[in-house]
């Protein structure tokens, strides 16, 4: 029975139990990221990310940086993206993905600079009147 079959299994005591077998599932091939026999390794959306950002920064920075020749230059479009990608994957900041420690540095510049105080910016309060009375200290002694 494989293949999300049921199967009965007999028991000493007289009782049966029926179960299902998965096993059919866990060896089908992954379809997902597989076409036509290609298989594509799953990517995060940081390396999406910062291997699309890349190649468009490469491609428009062309003319500063390809001047190896044609053989070379096709090297350097396609292999800094995809070194880059690969580098992404294992990118952790603070033990955050990337774009959530890029949004926590956002919000930290963002942010005002005295801080917050029930959800508003904290205002600079001065002082709107100061103790101007004089104050007499007595010395005390004991017996």
């Not at 699309?52 to 800094?80: C, E, K």
């Not at 993206?81 to 990118?91: K, V």
């Amino acid at each position: 029975m494989d293949g999300g079959g049921t199967r009965e299994v007999a028991r000493d005591d007289g009782l049966v139990v029926e179960c299902r077998v998965y096993t059919h599932a866990r060896r089908h091939p992954v379809v997902i990221g597989n076409i036509q026999g290609l298989r594509i390794p799953p990517v995060t959306p940081a390396q999406l990310l910062v291997g699309v950002g890349s190649l468009v920064f490469l491609t428009v920075s062309y003319r500063i940086w390809a001047h190896f020749g044609g053989a070379l230059n096709s090297v350097i479009m396609l292999g800094v993206p995809l070194g880059l990608a690969f580098a992404a994957r294992a990118l952790r900041v603070e033990g955050r993905a990337p774009w959530r420690a890029a949004f926590g540095w956002l919000m930290l510049v963002a942010s005002p600079k005295r801080g917050m105080r029930l959800g508003k910016p904290e205002r600079n309060r001065t002082l709107i009147r100061r103790y101007r009375n004089r104050v007499w200290m007595a010395e005390v002694t004991y017996r």
